[in-house]
């Protein structure tokens, strides 16, 4: 993640990990990184990261468990998930593969 300083660092963290969430990147009731282990990734200081994942649950990204961590709340919906397939298999088709390819493997993994 790179920081840039048109807001604070704890608002830029927030977007970056709730961008992750609504690509389904973490799912629901799935565990967040630390913020002891965010911090150390991100050179921040944790109560930065404190802030931050404060915020993700005021918006309604996330539940904290006392004693326990964070953990995801929202889910991503049935349209946005499907949205997010049809960008991998657009990007796949643009790089080359053909739909057979694609249609072929996906078959062979499910046997």
């Known amino acids: 993640m790179r920081f840039n300083g048109k807001s604070p ?3 830029q ?7 992750l969430i609504d690509k ?18 991100e050179m921040v200081n944790p109560n930065t990261v404190q802030r931050a994942f ?12 006392p004693k326990k961590g964070f953990y995801v709340l ?9 949205n997010l ?3 991998k298999l657009t990007a796949l088709l643009k790089e080359g593969y053909s739909k057979e ?11």
């Open 24 to 41: 389904g990147v973490f799912v629901m009731n799935q565990e967040m990184p630390s913020i002891r282990e965010v911090a150390l990734v």
């Open 101 to 111: 390819e694609i249609i072929k493997t996906l078959e062979e993994d499910n046997q």
């Open 74 to 82: 929202k889910t991503i919906s049935e349209r946005d998930r499907l």
């Open 54 to 65: 404060t915020k993700m649950v005021e918006d309604g990204y996330l539940r904290a468990i």
């Open 9 to 11: 660092i704890f608002e």
């Open 13 to 19: 963290i927030a977007q970056y990990y709730e961008a």
């Open 85 to 87: 397939l049809k960008e």
